[in-house]
């Protein structure tokens, strides 16, 4: 029997750090599932979930924690819900010019959707033939297979017009 772990990371960024994780999995009979990793203003950042043997996760754990990384180390066992209802999956992908807030404003009006964000990944970039800055954010969205998509896209509609944005939905 396995047992999911779900971990964060964070420390200044070096060469070997996914190795010095990767190696503390392979050593407790753990495997490496899935994970998000990046380099940010010279951090390293990342989340992963690792599968391990139930035997395995308290030492696991401990080796986790005495780990001299030099990365912040935060860990949970992951818990499913077997009661949760189904769920619709969606892309959402944003494009406009580069200005404070448009997170925040998207996310407001997602949760008052009920909407799930799964996946956000954002970057501001230079527009090739004006210079300006532009944001875009990609991000993977769930929604109960009850509820339609109508309302998300009316919602999206509303603010892509006051942030004057481009909003894509798609169902994935």
Do not use: C
């Not at 989340?47 to 180390?73: M, N, T, Y």
């Amino acid at each position: 029997m396995k047992q999911s772990i779900v971990i964060s990371v964070l420390g200044e960024d070096s060469p070997g750090l996914v190795e010095s994780l990767s190696k503390l999995v392979v050593a407790h009979q753990g495997d490496w599932v899935e994970s998000r990793m990046a380099s940010l203003a010279g951090q390293f950042a990342g989340i992963l979930q690792v599968d391990l043997p139930i035997d395995q996760v308290q030492p696991f754990s401990q080796a986790l924690e005495q780990a001299d990384f030099g990365l912040k180390v935060i860990f949970e066992a992951a818990v499913t819900d077997a009661t949760q209802a189904p769920m619709k999956t969606y892309q959402l992908e944003l494009v406009g010019q580069d200005r404070p807030g448009i997170i925040h404003k998207l996310s407001s009006v997602l949760a008052q959707l009920n909407v799930n964000v799964d996946e956000l990944e954002t970057e501001v970039v230079e527009a090739s033939m004006s210079g300006e800055h532009l944001f875009k954010a990609s991000i993977r969205i769930e929604v109960s297979a009850a509820d339609g998509a109508d309302a998300i896209a009316d919602a999206l509609e509303a603010i892509a017009n006051e942030l004057i944005v481009d909003i894509e939905l798609a169902e994935s």
